[in-house]
């Protein structure tokens, strides 16, 4: 188990907390990675589903690293840094709970063969699909098929990200029309 | 719909996850410039909103000194009203700062002064002869409502925008508490103007309008104090 900081560690880390707050990245890479295994056993402790552990660590370094203005290098480093990180833990878990509960289980889907069998959607998706015109289509497929990024898919299509929300936007308007046309 | 990034998962990531991180953020150092102290932003924000009030207050023109001093209740109410958005303000401020949150017995006494800064009205004051008519003191307290939203809504803006500076972590009561702190700047700014000590009045005219607008301003608060961590 590791051992836990001393005042002197404290201090240390509160003096590179100042010299980081002043844009020195050195000082920055030094603090995040000997603060980092606190905190990430911090978050392990408190979150129950150890696979979110990661994604929970990770949002605690980015609330850290927005509210880094807000320490006052002459008061202790603890109370600080801990109360972004209990929040950011219970934020992150507020959130991924809420994402959770709109979520529907893969187990609780019809199998894609029986879709067919009911009423042939894949076939309509794939119609709408292909429907839509190239520009659209592609940044439909790119995000929602092959499950890249916004940033991942505008790198691929030579387009800008705001671009590719646009597209991307119209097909599935375009999609939607289709399809609830087709139901009627 | 939802776009999600991709997760790595597993404790055997943690180092790899680590390392992209930090390499990013700093990456993305550059100076920043530090918050000020809750006192000094308190103090800024009493200063400010404290002359913009006295200014609108003097422009409106006070009661006579005389007509308060000589009535205990009256400067009892005053003090209250003064103590709590002074309080509030503090509130406000230190929520809205990692490590500098209050304690829950602080909390505790500003919910507490503010509640029996409401219930003041009805104890220390005297009622109209008619009894309490909502509707009356409504029509009859019309510019008392109107003047203490519009002399609580400058401190608002003020507190806002000192606010948004800072890394509140819960918005929505830190909105609450800014709200709280303006508007009950206003209540006690329109009472210092305002002749009437009766309880219906008071209540309504003076206190009902901080409570009524001390609610949306804590949505708004929840908005845009949660901004800095998007």
Same mark, same amino acid.
């Given at each position: ?8 560690? &404290?201090?240390? &880390? ?23 295994? =606190? ?40 109370? &600080? ?6 929040? %950011? ?25 029986? =879709? ?8 309509? @998706?794939? @119609? ?16 929602? =098929? ?12 030579? =387009? %800008? ?24 | ?16 996850? *680590? ?173 210092? *103007? ?6 219906? *009045?008071?209540?309504?005219? *003076? ?24």
């Amino acid at each position: 188990m590791k051992p836990l900081p001393n005042n002197l560690q &404290w201090e240390s &880390w509160a003096k590179l907390m100042a010299r980081l707050q002043e844009g020195d990245a050195e000082a920055y890479r030094r603090f995040l990675d000997e603060v980092g295994p =606190i905190l990430y056993g911090f978050v392990r402790r408190r979150v129950f589903n150890q696979e979110l552990v990661p994604d929970v660590y990770q949002e605690v370094l980015l609330t850290l690293h927005k509210a880094r203005h807000t320490y006052d290098p002459t008061r202790p480093l603890g109370p &600080w840094l801990f109360t972004v990180a209990r929040n %950011s833990v219970l934020d992150a878990l507020g959130r991924n709970r809420k994402f959770a509960e709109k979520e529907v289980p893969t187990e609780k889907l019809p199998e894609s063969g029986k =879709i067919k069998e009911e009423g042939g959607l894949d076939d309509q @998706l794939h @119609l709408a699909l292909e429907a839509l015109p190239e520009g659209n289509r592609r940044a439909v497929e790119l995000l929602k =098929i092959r499950g890249l990024t916004l940033e991942e898919a505008a790198k691929e299509m030579g =387009i %800008s990200v705001a671009a590719l929300k646009v597209r991307a936007h119209r097909g599935y308007q375009h999609m939607r029309r289709t399809l609830m046309g087709k139901g009627k | 719909m939802r776009k999600r990034t991709k997760k790595k998962s597993g404790a055997g990531n943690a180092a790899g996850i *680590h390392a992209a991180l930090v390499g990013r953020l700093v990456s993305e150092t550059r100076p920043v410039r530090r918050t000020l102290t809750p006192g000094l932003q308190w103090a800024l924000w009493f200063l400010l909103s404290g002359g913009s009030v006295g200014f609108f207050l003097a422009t409106l023109g006070p009661q006579a000194a005389g007509a308060i001093l000589g009535n205990l209740p009256a400067v009892l109410f005053l003090g209250a009203a003064l103590l709590g958005s002074a309080l509030a303000a503090w509130e406000a401020i230190s929520s809205s700062l990692p490590g500098r949150q209050t304690g829950t017995l602080y909390r505790i006494g500003a919910v507490g002064l503010v509640l029996v800064l409401m219930a003041m009205p009805f104890l220390f004051f005297p009622s109209a002869p008619g009894g309490f008519d909502l509707m009356g003191c409504c029509s009859s307290g019309w510019s008392c409502i109107r003047g203490c939203c519009l002399l609580g809504f400058l401190p608002w803006v003020l507190m806002v925008f000192i606010l948004s500076r800072n890394a509140s972590l819960r918005p929505f009561w830190t909105g609450l508490w800014a709200g709280l702190s303006a508007f009950l700047l206003g209540a006690f700014a329109i009472q210092l *103007h305002c002749p009437s000590w009766e309880t219906g *009045h008071m209540f309504v005219a *003076h206190l009902l309008p901080v409570a009524l607008l001390t609610f949306p301003a804590a949505l708004a608060g929840a908005y845009w104090f949660s901004r800095w961590r998007k």
